[in-house]
């Protein structure tokens, strides 16, 4: 059974930082893109950032560029966010695609994990 399971949310207070994890296991994710998307209560779903296998192609949202910084290794993704901001709150998802991470935002990923709250206080 293929599984993303994530880690590290958590309540912090605005301009402070959080680290997510996300290990991947049940195949191997060799190849794939892996990413982060976010959903907020009562709003659509948002891509946030994805990176490729090789870890040499990024791609961020607008939204949190030069703020977040995501990284990999061998079938984990972890998401280092900096400086947050109430409006980063929302339930984190990790997924993983076969296709290049500037294609993760448009076309939704085969494989996601149940998520981790991630809560901003102003």
């Known amino acids: 059974q293929v599984q993303l399971v994530e880690s590290g949310g958590g309540l912090v207070e605005a301009g402070g930082s959080l680290r997510l994890s996300c290990v991947g296991s049940?195949?191997?994710?060799?190849?794939?893109?892996m990413g982060w998307f976010r959903q907020a209560p009562g709003k659509e779903r948002e891509f946030v950032a994805a990176i490729n296998w090789s870890g040499h192609d990024t791609y961020y949202s607008d939204s949190v560029k030069g703020r977040f910084t995501i990284s990999n290794a061998k079938d984990t993704v972890d998401l280092q966010m900096n400086n947050l901001k109430p409006e980063d709150t929302a339930v984190y998802h990790c997924?993983?695609?076969?296709?290049?991470?500037?294609?993760?935002?448009?076309?939704?990923?085969?494989?996601w994990g149940q998520g981790t709250q991630v809560t901003v206080s102003s």
């Open positions: 997924a993983a695609a076969s296709w290049g991470p500037h294609l993760m935002g448009d076309i939704a990923p085969k494989y």
């Open positions: 049940g195949r191997s994710f060799s190849g794939y893109s």
